[in-house]
RNA sequence: CGGGGUGUAGCGCAGUUGGCAGCGCGCAGCGUUUGGGACGCUGAGGUCGGCGGUUCAAGUCCGCCCACCCCGACCA
């Protein structure tokens, strides 16, 4: 490709909206251009990094056993009705109406069409187990689109389907998965991190993130560097630890006069927050519920949420609250009635806490579980952070930033069984097929391996994604001999099957060397008429300081010969 | 959803008490230049986000709307 010919152009200055690293360089370098909140184009340079990885992608799991497909993006509602994930989605979900008024949506994923695809098309477990794929767009109404491509609203999504007759299948499918796409990363120059994830309220046993760790990544990853835990803070647990209160001691009622807050309270009493319990309201799907947890203790959401089954859950407004007869600054779970309570399992990690006694101004002391009222429920709805114990170990957790570049859950037969995807066993009785998911976003990758692989004078592409290999730089094209080398350079690497972008533009030395450093194409190749006194072009590589002069004369065997070093430095052993 | 912010040329921005729509980059033409974003001259390019209002006069003041960006999704 010819520069001069090439759709798109690099810009010196930062378009403002622009913050993060990879959402700055690639609407400098030209590569995508926004179209509206989380809805971007891709321009020719940026397209070929997405199929780069796209290729990357496809290779691997057809490795795996994968068999690529494509299903529509239009889909009917009443597929998402059968299996109640319509609410799921919620506002998410983009839908709009057919001639006919038919309920349509935009697919934000294909569990739904591919389920039912494989029911009509799989009798027997001589079918399975199976593996689909397919490359694709998906549509998500985000709440907040954000950071370039790292969270948008139409996005290219690798998602797999596996289809299984028993869990050990299921979990041989799932290995093979995340075998596989740890050599995705690998290849695409991405040092990845395999962490613990939720699953969602609709999602099975195991679920695991893969995570790009990087500062100016969404999400939180709590891990221990001495066992290896590693988990989404989503879903991370801690020790909670023995809060001592000694023997059970009859419940006292304490006036509380201008103590509300769980610090108030806990300076009130002179005792540490741990010692007190901590009464939060929220509202599930309309419904208010009483939520108690250690005073020391916050609610981790995204789990209350999975211990509720609910799909929304919000905040209680105070009105909410005070309207259901509880007494702000000093709600209690004792006594109350005809609300859902829903307990941190730390109210069980000591005796004699204090509480609110419903009533202004006044708290309880002494009050132990489970004498003195009942949850509904009692589990892990606790946030964890770094600094606690580490659940598998007891050693230190620490906290760090990521990215989250792919997803992969064991589904089970949830889906299965609402759409009558089933098998016949080999004694002739029918089972609903075993499912797993596995989502890999593709421009939320390559915007992550910009916010790594980047310096001040632009993207520094890891070859095997890189929209080309190699930027031929002619200086002083006006020269004949400059612009006949250039021309016979530009054809032999082509003929060599060499990816090469050819700035034969008659700007100015500086011009160039900005742009290919801004565009990160890993070998920069000059030739001039400084090089041609030496019958030679000089090489230089993105990532390292110094060029070197190379004589004309079986160059493009010699840069094959880079090309493909780089290339099988990222690949992994098979 | 809540909070904050921004909309003026392709991009980055200025525009005072309401009084002719500006600058830099980029773009086009000509000329001089060329090893890390050269220079001169000439030129093109605008519903000032939209609608309504106030006014002799609105980019500027008022109202409504829209779009986009950023922060938060822990208070009993």
Redesign the pocket.
């Known amino acids: 490709m010819r520069v001069s010919k090439l759709f798109g152009?690099?810009?010196?200055?930062?378009?403002?909206?622009a913050?993060?690293a990879s959402?700055r360089l690639l609407l400098?370098a030209g590569m995508i251009n926004?179209v509206?909140?989380?809805v971007y184009s891709y321009l020719p340079l940026g397209l070929r990094v997405l199929k780069k990885i796209a290729g990357i992608i496809r290779d691997e799991m057809d490795k795996a056993g994968g068999q690529e497909l494509m299903m529509p993006v239009l889909q009917p509602l009443e597929l998402w009705q059968e299996t109640g994930r319509d609410k799921a989605f919620g506002r998410g979900l983009f839908t709009l109406s057919d001639r006919r008024e038919r309920r349509l949506v935009l697919g934000p994923t294909h569990e739904e069409v591919v389920t039912r695809l494989v029911g009509h098309n799989v009798q027997s477990y001589r079918d399975l187990p199976l593996l689909l794929y397919q490359i694709q767009a998906k549509f998500r109404d985000e709440?907040?689109?954000?950071?370039g491509l790292i969270r948008i609203r139409e996005f290219s999504m690798k998602d797999l389907y596996s289809f299984d007759t028993d869990e050990e299948g299921l979990d041989k499918s799932y290995k093979k998965m995340l075998q596989a796409y740890k050599n995705i990363y690998t290849r695409c120059g991405l040092p990845s991190l395999q962490v613990e994830a939720d699953s969602g309220a609709i999602g099975g046993k195991d679920s695991h993130e893969f995570m790009v760790v990087t500062e100016d990544g969404e999400d939180e990853v709590i891990y221990c560097e001495k066992c290896k835990y590693a988990a989404n803070v989503e879903k991370a647990q801690s020790v909670k630890g023995r809060v001592e209160g000694g023997e059970p001691l009859p419940r006292e009622e304490v006036a509380t006069p201008g103590a509300?807050?769980?610090?108030e309270v806990a300076g009130f009493f002179k005792i540490p927050p741990s010692h007190t319990l901590?009464?939060?309201?929220?509202i599930a799907d309309g419904k208010l519920v009483f939520i108690v947890v250690r005073g020391d203790i916050?609610?981790?959401?995204v789990k209350l949420k999975n211990a509720l089954g609910c799909t929304d859950l919000r905040?209680?407004?105070?009105d909410e609250?005070t309207q259901a007869g509880i007494?702000?600054?000093?709600?209690s779970p004792i006594g109350i009635k005809g609300l859902k309570i829903i307990a941190d399992d730390s109210i069980t990690s000591g005796t004699n806490f204090v509480a609110?006694a419903n009533k202004p101004e006044t708290h309880l002391k002494n009050v132990n579980y489970p004498r003195d009222f009942k949850a509904d429920l009692v589990t892990d709805i606790a946030?964890a952070h770094a600094g606690e114990e580490c659940p598998r170990c007891g050693g230190k957790l620490s906290s760090t930033r990521g990215i989250e570049v792919g997803h992969v859950f064991k589904l089970g037969t949830f889906l299965s069984e609402k759409l009558g995807a089933l098998f016949i066993d080999a004694d002739g009785a029918s089972h609903p097929i075993i499912m797993g998911c596995y989502g890999i976003g593709l421009d939320r990758l390559l915007a992550a391996a910009i916010e790594l692989h980047h310096d001040d004078?632009g993207i520094t592409w890891p070859i095997s994604i890189a929209p080309y290999h190699i930027y031929l730089c002619a200086?002083?094209?006006?020269d004949p001999d400059v612009a006949a080398a250039a021309e016979k350079a530009y054809n032999d690497l082509e003929a060599q099957g060499l990816e090469v972008l050819f700035d034969d533009r008659?700007?100015?030395?500086?011009?160039k060397?900005?742009?290919?450093?801004?565009l990160g194409i890993p070998i920069r190749v000059?030739i001039?008429?400084?090089?041609l006194e030496k019958n030679s072009a000089?090489i230089?590589k993105r990532s390292e300081k110094e060029?070197r002069l190379v004589p004309l004369e079986g160059i493009s065997s010699k840069l094959t010969e880079l090309v493909s070093q780089g290339l099988s430095g990222l690949s992994n052993p098979v």
């Open positions: 152009k690099t810009q010196k200055e930062t378009p403002a909206e913050e993060t959402h400098r926004q509206a909140a989380g709440p907040r689109p954000r950071g509300g807050s769980i610090e901590k009464a939060v309201f929220y916050e609610v981790n959401e905040f209680a407004t105070e609250v007494v702000a600054g000093a709600a609110g946030q004078k200086l002083h094209t006006e008659a700007e100015s030395p500086g011009v060397f900005n742009d290919a450093d801004l000059t001039s008429p400084r090089t000089e230089k060029a």
